[in-house]
């Protein structure tokens, strides 16, 4: 069936329901004004469980998405960020991160931070995976929980700050009962890295599924992204990968274009899933002080350096993938990102 004609007037859940039911899709206004519903917390458990469910088995479209990630957008409590800032994220569902999770995109946030890139990274505790971006941070010694003042204040001074969900968009409390009740993956686990309170237009993100990252590229474009690479990574990573080639969106100028990345094209050497094994957030942590100070110089650190150099190119400070990788392993050599999370920990604690 077609998308329906409706404007973003709220005409009731049986209206809603009743066209996603038959197949049908809504119109962009149609999505943001039945999850805006939601978010106010105007809609019944039944009723949102009805919701996303009924998205899920349909199949969400980029219409669809555009909606919803502006509903999540106006619901949130947004951050005042510098222009050109950046985030780096993955949005989980990968196999590799349900049984050894190694946050490598918020070490790569610290790399891309020392090279020059100002970062704000919006994520949240582990869900699927043995340790979230915010368990790794805790662990490090970095105060997660702070005020969007003081996270605007970080990433002002320091030049990279973190955006934890749970505070930017408590307006998902209304949902998140019910998410956790069906047990399922639902459109929620799209819109998370697509709704940055910051409403950054330049980001790199990871995605395990391809047709899902077909679906994220073109609602960054039609909702103000101007420079985005959104990546899968080989065995269903949502990460740049060394176990294989990556497949690479490329968001700038206003089109998208695909690229296969061979990290041995860009002087890296390939690696195991095992040399790239993480594990809960202790044992990352201790991971990433290795990297970070330029004792590691294994697997782990490529990876880092590689999903790095793409933030540095969406940031405009490296042109290509070749050269951000260099400036990262440069600057890991050097270790700055050492350097970079202990000015973070003490401007997370007020110092």
Do not use: Y
Request: hydrophobic share 45%; aromatic share 4%.
């Amino acid at each position: 069936m077609g998308t329906d004609s409706s404007t973003g007037s709220f005409e009731g859940w049986p209206s809603v329901l009743g066209t996603l039911a038959e197949g049908g899709d809504l119109a962009t206004e149609r999505a943001e004004a039945a999850l805006s519903e939601v978010l106010r917390g105007d809609a019944t458990p039944a009723q949102i469980a009805g919701f996303i469910v009924a998205l899920r088995q349909k199949g969400e479209t980029v219409e669809e998405l555009t909606g919803l990630v502006r509903a999540m957008l106006d619901a949130a409590e947004p951050l005042d960020l510098p222009a050109g800032c950046i985030d780096i994220v993955g949005a989980g569902g990968s196999p590799a991160r349900r049984r050894a999770a190694l946050n490598i995109s918020t070490m790569a946030c610290f790399v891309a931070a020392s090279a020059g890139a100002v970062v704000c990274k919006h994520g949240n505790r582990k869900a699927s995976s043995t340790s979230g971006s915010f368990d790794l941070l805790e662990a490090m010694g970095v105060t997660i929980d702070i005020a969007p003042a003081d996270v605007e204040r970080c990433v002002r001074e320091v030049g990279i700050g973190f955006a934890f969900a749970r505070t930017h968009h408590p307006a998902m409390r209304f949902a998140g009962p019910v998410r956790a009740e069906l047990g399922i993956p639902t459109v929620f686990n799209i819109l998370g890295p697509l709704s940055h309170p910051g409403r950054l237009t330049r980001q790199v993100i990871g995605v395990a599924d391809p047709a899902t990252a077909d679906l994220m590229v073109q609602v960054l474009a039609k909702n103000g992204s101007t420079d985005a690479i959104v990546v899968t990574g080989d065995r269903e990573l949502d990460e740049f990968s060394l176990t294989g080639p990556s497949r690479m969106l490329h968001l700038a100028g206003g089109g998208v274009t695909e690229h296969q990345v061979d990290p041995t094209d860009l002087g890296l050497a390939t690696a195991t899933e095992a040399d790239l094994a993480g594990g809960d957030a202790a044992t990352n942590a201790a991971i990433a002080a290795g990297i970070f100070a330029g004792t590691d110089t294994g697997p782990r650190r490529d990876i880092v350096a590689l999903n790095a150099a793409a933030g540095l190119v969406v940031a405009g400070v490296a042109a290509d993938l070749a050269e951000g990788v260099e400036r990262s392993l440069q600057v890991l050599a050097e270790g700055a990102p050492a350097a970079k999370l202990a000015e973070l920990i003490a401007a997370t604690r007020g110092n």
